[in-house]
């Protein structure tokens, strides 16, 4: 049997409801000024799946918080090419105020090339290079999504991050690399693991926050844990289970977010709240603030 639960869920479903509902009324105003919704364009290529469902629920909130939602679909087949140069008319559409790509993509299409084309000021997902290099120096722009999302929840929950040690399990571009170095901007002092690390679980056992995004279910284990650590889980595996051994952790953890219902809901509300933030910044009513 496991352990009981002693840990305070973190809420990412209530959060992200008071991030829409104020940047829906963001949205308002916009429209009042500028006489149109704000929009974010999204671009899937091929038709995989879980992809598919990803951005129907991404545009289904994006309309519900009166964020015009564009839909440009690419065949699996395309070339990188194709993929470039729909990427790069959204970027010279003046209607268009934030660009989406869903990833990932299909294995002929260079991802890294498809997210350099987005314009800076449409970069809402926070996946180009310039984004990471704000991220990294403080400097104005939009973070990654998910990993403002979790920075949001953080503040939300009153962890204090300096001087605190962050262990970041996974080392992807538009995750792992991106939450340590938005941690390393607020004072934590942060060390990355990732499938070449030795003794994982040493590490992890000294984190006053893990942030768990190894793409692996279960795979945080409770004995990894320091009583009274703040774990977030930002997996998300098939049958809604994430890289937490969700029982064991929270048996041990002050702080631990739910899969789902953790960080995936502040990861949609940061995408069209930074929409609405570029809408405003592109018509000269918004100064773009340093990453969250």
Sequence with gaps: MPDSPTAELMDGVALARRVLAETADRAVAFVASAGRPPCLAAVLVGDDPASVTYVKMKRARSRAAGVESRLVAIPPTARTSEVVDAVDELSADATVDGILVQHPVPSQVDERAVFEAIAPA????????????AMALALPGFPSCTAAGIMRLLDAYGVDLPGRHAVVIGRSPILGKPIGMLLLVRDATVTYCHSHTRDLAAIVATADIVIAAAGKPNFVRGAWIKPGA???DAGYNPDNIGDV???EVAATARL???VPGGVGPMTIALLIEHTVTAAEQRHGLRSLRPPT
């Design 245 to 247: 051994a969700f029982d």
């Design 230 to 232: 703040v774990v977030v």
């Design 256 to 258: 631990v977010t739910p």
């Design 122 to 133: 449409k970069d809402v997902d926070g996946v180009t290079a310039r984004s990471f290099a």
